[in-house]
């Protein structure tokens, strides 16, 4: 596929369980243009698929004129097989399970089109647009806590897929083995502690339970808890909140630390709504980080390895990109490696 900058535009579409959102992108110029649908569910899959399919032909009509399209990249919920672009049983797409998305769409749009996960490909636009540019590295593990919990790898600026496209799931990695059952079958995810979904659930059993009095007295009050107010009472030094927060942190700082043990990436980043509560969810991280990961503590910055060789650290750090990464994802998508078929 040609590179030439500013020639060539892409297409991208992050198809959510939600939202449908289609845009157009040049590197030069970033977003061009962006559409943004429901996503019909109950309608069924080819109503949804023809919204998409007429979305990108609408902005095709509009820039083939002036620009040359270099491809079209969607991001969708998993879990996703590759390379045959199928989806097994999607939690967030209920009746797609088996679905050959990545061929569907082909046949409809009569051209190559690049499919991934959404949480791959906000770790790649993350890596290439985002913190790790900023930061100067090509590879990372990212992290996104938002409903649940997704993850992406990118080594030398390529997703890392795994053998079948299903890398980068420790969203579900047991992190307490009797903790609650998570949608996935396992018990104890990631998951269930540090995505919006999970912090809300706590505060809720917390309340209901009788260990928490002061969150218990706000909703007396008729507060209603969301990542969000959680935050906010947590700022305003609620301890409850707080300790929320903390216990978030903690179980992140416990899944980090095994992927530092495994991976040594130089950059670690944590994104999605969550992470504005990034304050107080950094001192539980690092308080593991440091009590579980010896590689951890030989290469975090400061470290006498990380002095003597500032490419080996290993840094810790939240997004840059926010609610747009996987639809620049996306878009990017086409340029890189792994958008090539
Ligand atoms: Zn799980």
Known sequence: MAERQGQNYTIGVDLGGTNLRIAAYTRDAGLLETILL???????RDAVVDDLCGAVNNLKNRFSSEFELAGIGVGTPGPLELPAGRLHNPPNLPGWDGFDLRCELEK?????????????????????????????????????LGTGVGNGIILGGKIFDGAAGMAGEAGHATIFPDGPKCPCGNHGCLEMYASATAVVRTANQRVEGGTAPLLANEARAGQKWSARTLAEAAFKGNADARQIYTDAGRALGIGLAALVNTLQLPLYVLGGG????????????????????????????????????????????????????????????????????
């Not at 490909?121 to 100067?136: H, K, S, V, W, Y």
């Not at 490419?311 to 997004?319: D, E, S």
Request: glycine share 8%; with cysteine.
């Open 108 to 144: 409809k749009l009569q051209q190559s089109v690049a499919v991934e996960s959404d949480a791959n490909l906000a770790a790649l636009a993350e890596c290439l647009l985002g913190r790790g540019r900023t930061m100067g590295f090509d590879s990372l593990c990212m992290l996104t």
């Open 38 to 44: 429901p996503t019909r569910l109950a309608a069924g």
């Open 274 to 341: 969550l992470v504005q509560a990034w304050e107080l969810l950094k001192p539980a991280i690092f308080e593991e980080l440091h009590h579980r990961s010896y590689v951890y503590r030989l290469t975090e910055p400061g470290s006498p390895v990380a002095l003597h060789n500032p490419k080996g650290a290993t840094h810790v750090l939240p997004a840059e990109l926010g609610p747009d990464a996987g639809l620049l994802g996306a878009c990017i998508l086409p340029f890189t490696a792994n958008g090539r078929s």
